[in-house]
């Protein structure tokens, strides 16, 4: 079974902090993605991740930053955290389009309260 | 541009009883169609998906979604429901070709005894 961790289940961090909410997937997929989830509003995608050292903006990239150093770990940095960032965040992966798989796996989420 | 619509935010239904979730989207590409469903405090797991084949697509516990091209909608359906599955249920599509999936605001079953 495909695998996605996330670090933090709940996070409550400062106005102003820069935060680091890290994603970890087993199943060597070169696709990694970071979604927020906000009730009514469904999941709207943050950064898309397709190769080490790749990135892409989502709908929603402003006010956040990616890092994706190996192929199994990405990041995702709020540099100056607001309190309109409060939100959950998931982070999911999958293998590429052309293996006609188009599958997401989820992890299970950061619930980030910013006060 | 793209999108998925899901009417019902909240579906409240009594245990036994069918229930069907309704999702729409507007695409003039071929699509990809899944339902992935939400229990509390829990990320995302994929319910059943659409690729190719038969419209009629089934899942391990009961349900079962028809893809309609021609009214482009992707609606899940279960004859008989139970407290377990309580959730909220979101809709999403994937365009051809293409890494990125597309979701809908979601549909909370809310299933009652």
């Known amino acids: 079974d495909v695998k996605v961790t996330q670090s933090s289940r709940y996070l409550v961090k400062r106005t102003g902090e820069k935060v680091f909410l890290e994603c970890v997937q087993d199943m060597d997929h070169e696709n990694m993605f970071w979604y927020r989830q906000d009730p009514g509003l469904g999941l709207r995608l943050i950064y898309f991740s397709y190769d080490v050292k790749m990135k892409e903006k989502g709908d929603i990239p402003e006010g956040y930053s990616v890092s994706r150093e190996k192929k199994e770990r990405f990041s995702l940095i709020l540099e100056s955290a607001s309190t309109n960032q409060t939100s959950m965040y998931l982070c999911?992966?999958?293998?590429?389009?052309?293996?006609?798989?188009?599958?997401?796996?989820f992890g299970p989420g950061t619930r980030l309260t910013v006060t | 541009a793209q999108s998925v619509t899901q009417l019902d935010s909240q579906v409240p239904v009594f245990e036994e009883a069918p229930v069907e979730l309704r999702c729409n989207y507007s695409s003039s590409v071929s699509v990809y169609l899944f339902w992935y469903v939400q229990y509390p405090n829990q990320g995302l797991q994929l319910l059943l998906k659409?690729?190719?084949?038969?419209?009629l697509v089934e899942s391990i516990n009961g349900f079962e979604a028809e893809f309609n091209k021609s009214q482009t909608s992707f609606h899940l359906r279960k004859p008989s429901v139970h407290i377990s599955d309580t959730a909220e249920y979101f809709c999403?599509?994937?365009?051809?070709?293409?890494?990125?999936?597309?979701f809908g605001s979601g549909t909370r079953l809310l299933v009652r005894p």
């Open positions: 999911a992966s999958s293998l590429p389009p052309r293996q006609f798989s188009y599958e997401q796996y």
């Open positions: 659409y690729l190719s084949g038969s419209t």
């Open positions: 999403a599509v994937s365009l051809d070709s293409s890494y990125k999936l597309i």
